[in-house]
């Protein structure tokens, strides 16, 4: 048969709290009976020396050598239990069954000892030598019953065992009550954490007076409340910039998707169509990839390399493609192969949203500025009226817009997502200049 285990802590704790108990009352029980054993032995020589000892002293010897036995007035605890010996002899013999009288013939003549506690009829013997001078003139043999020790050993014994058992009783009584008030505040801020996080997770234990370990683990619990708030706001983000990055192409599909069914078209009119939708199907599926990779994992430097001069050329291209009357588009790169180290997709959606918000608010022109110093560094410059003073420190915030009335069907969270991934890809996007000549600049570390 093999103990189990419990499941609850406090279980867990009254268990071994009860096993370390049980442990140190055996040894205690054992140690008190050993100890008693040896005293009530201790007892039973001292008493047999004494009676040998008075024996002896009634005994003498006549000139002829033969011992002779003076009788003191009271002898019958003398008498009872005692043989004397002359020799092998016996001249004083107690009635006693022949076993008894066997072993009291047996130590005649033999010198100081003492018989064992398992002698025959549970009775211990002492062998006391009666000295005529130098010579062992006889021999004074005492016993005692050892039935009275042994009784009192087992009844020690048992008082010593139901003793322990009492005091394991209490002490499990004890132990689960004490465990049990020790554990219930850890289980009521268990439940409370558990109930924010669902609910209410801008909720915190307080600065309450505590025990130690309960405000250690009030401090814990807050700092997992946090990260559970931080993760449920990053998703929530994270819904958001898809929304926003997924706008523009879903409206390109749609609007392309009207074209075809308002009217009757030709065939490179629909070849046309076709391959729109299909762009912005891939441009979205490409959104999709980047934003969700970067959620799951987070951009490290060795995701990958960017040509960051080929990449600005690129949606510069592609900006005068898509509004030819719009603000020019002038890419200046200080040097040859600028290399970002970071995913082209990653930067390309850093600068995205930016180049965006330039060509906006433009008047003439936008300017790229691509070189090589502390890194890689691109600055996008535009000829606009600037940005106002009071949304200079708060442009970066997710859902913040310049002009909530301007028009334009953004969410605010462009600059928001590109200084997110600039920052996983271990850079940053500032506002470097925010009056007249907007200048954002994005740096990047370098390959």
């Known amino acids: 048969m093999t103990l189990r285990r419990p499941a609850s802590l406090r279980g867990r704790l009254a268990f071994l709290a009860l096993f370390t108990t049980a442990g140190w009352m055996i040894v205690l029980t054992v140690g008190f009976n050993v100890f008693l054993g040896a005293r009530l032995r201790a007892e039973a020589n001292d008493l047999l020396h004494t009676r040998a000892a008075a024996v002896s002293a009634t005994v003498g010897t006549s000139p002829a050598g033969t011992l002779t036995v003076r009788d003191p007035r009271d002898d019958s605890a003398l008498d009872t239990g005692t043989w004397i010996y002359q020799g092998r002899r016996a001249i004083e013999r107690p009635r006693a069954p022949a076993a008894v009288q066997a072993r009291a013939d047996a130590l005649a003549g033999t010198g100081a000892r003492f018989g064992g506690l398992d002698e025959p009829a549970g009775t211990r013997f002492y062998a006391l030598p009666i000295m005529d001078g130098r010579h062992q003139a006889g021999t004074a043999v005492v016993a005692v019953s050892t039935d009275p020790y042994r009784r009192m050993a087992r009844l020690a014994l048992a008082g010593s065992a139901g003793l322990a058992l009492l005091i394991l009783a209490g002490v499990q009584v004890v132990t689960r009550t004490v465990i049990g008030r020790a554990l219930d505040p850890v289980a009521q801020m268990s439940a409370q954490a558990a109930e924010w996080s669902e609910h209410e997770t801008d909720h915190r234990f307080g600065t309450a007076r505590r025990p130690t370990e309960l405000a250690a683990l009030a401090g814990n619990l807050n700092e997992l409340l946090d990260r559970l708030a931080a993760a449920l706001r990053h998703e929530r983000q994270l819904s958001a910039e898809l929304s926003h990055e997924l706008r523009t192409p879903l409206a390109r599909i749609s609007a392309e998707t009207e074209l075809l069914l308002s009217r009757p078209r030709g065939a490179a009119e629909r070849r046309t169509a076709y391959e729109a939708i299909a762009a912005g199907a891939a441009q979205m599926g490409d959104i999709l ?99 106002p003073a009071d949304l200079a420190t708060a442009l970066f915030d997710p859902g913040r817009r310049g002009d909530p009335d301007d028009g334009h069907d953004g969410a605010g969270l462009g600059l928001a997502l590109a200084r997110r991934l600039a920052r996983a890809a271990g850079g940053d996007v500032v506002l470097a200049r925010p009056a007249w000549d907007t200048t954002f600049e994005i740096r990047l570390p370098p390959a």
């Open 289 to 387: 990839e980047t934003l969700l990779t970067t959620a799951r994992a987070g951009v490290t430097g060795s995701a990958g390399r960017c040509d960051v001069g080929g990449l600005v050329q690129r949606l510069a291209e592609e900006a005068r493609t898509a509004d030819p009357a719009g603000p020019a588009v002038r890419v200046r790169q200080a040097g040859d192969d600028v290399v970002a180290d970071a995913p082209e997709e990653i930067v390309e959606r850093i600068l995205t949203p930016i180049l965006g918000n330039a060509l906006r608010y433009a008047a003439d022109q936008v300017t790229f500025t691509v070189r090589a110093e502390h890194g890689v560094r691109i600055s996008v410059s535009d000829d606009g009226p600037g940005v």
